[in-house]
């Protein structure tokens, strides 16, 4: 489910909150058409919710779902571990 680096970046940062995906295209290193790859994966799986504005322009909004919300107590330990790989 989590098979690549942005899928991770992804979830990362919808901890933070709701983001529209010119916020996570900012925040994540890749190409728009690997970023909504990602995301239509990850909403397949449940891990986020999309939600779609009938607003011109159209307006999109990213978030975990209460399953995917139960990634951030792993992504927190990664995050640790890899703090203690550079300091190595």
């Known amino acids: 489910m989590f098979g ?5 970046l992804v ?6 909150g709701t983001k529209r995906f010119s916020e996570l295209n900012r925040a994540i290193p890749c190409t728009q058409k690997v970023l909504t790859s990602n995301l239509r ?10 939600k779609v504005y009938a607003v011109v322009p159209p307006k999109v909004e990213y ?3 209460e399953i995917g ?3 951030e107590p792993i992504i927190n330990l990664m995050n640790k571990w ?7």
């Open 69 to 71: 919300k139960t990634i």
């Open 41 to 50: 994966e990850l909403e397949k799986d449940k891990i986020i919710s999309r």
């Open 82 to 88: 890899g703090a203690y790989y550079r300091n190595l």
């Open 63 to 65: 978030s975990l779902t």
């Open 4 to 8: 690549t680096k942005t899928k991770i």
């Open 11 to 16: 979830v990362k940062e919808l901890l933070k």
